[in-house]
Nanobody, 122 residues
Framework: QVQLVESGGGLVQVGGSLRLSCAAS????????MGWFRQAPGKERQFVAG????????FYGDSVKGRFTISRDNAKNSVYLQMNSLKPEDTAVYYC???????????????WGQGTQVTVSS
């Protein structure tokens, strides 16, 4: 079992930055590939970014490439999402997720956090 808890969401103006954190507990964190997803009201959950279990490979959704950066600290059992140049369309609930195996852009992750709200105001 893996428990995931996100933090760092909030209200930010267009062009601003936020850093989301996800703390994991309950199992061997370094064995899990980690992902960030988001879901806006009335829309399906969308893949944002993923980082392989050893942290050497990352992958991003097209809409966030060049603006968001995913990273992980296996010693702290944590994964982060640095979000820069935020846009109103980035407004969503952001979820941290984990899975065994490689990065997936689908919702086929084994464990999910409860989500943290990010609101970008214009």
């Amino acid at each position: 079992q893996v428990q995931l808890v996100e933090s760092g969401g909030g209200l930010v103006q267009v062009g601003g930055s936020l850093r989301l954190s996800c703390a994991a507990s309950g199992s061997t964190f370094s064995s899990y590939t980690m992902g960030w997803f988001r879901q806006a009201p009335g829309k399906e959950r969308q893949f944002v970014a993923g980082i392989r279990f050893r942290g050497g490979f990352t992958f991003y959704g097209d809409s966030v490439k060049g603006r968001f950066t995913i990273s992980r600290d296996n010693a702290k059992n944590s994964v982060y999402l640095q979000m820069n140049s935020l846009k109103p369309e980035d407004t969503a609930v952001y979820y941290c997720a984990s899975r065994l195996g490689d990065i997936s852009t689908l919702n086929n992750y084994d464990y999910w956090g409860q989500g943290t709200q990010v609101t970008v105001s214009s």
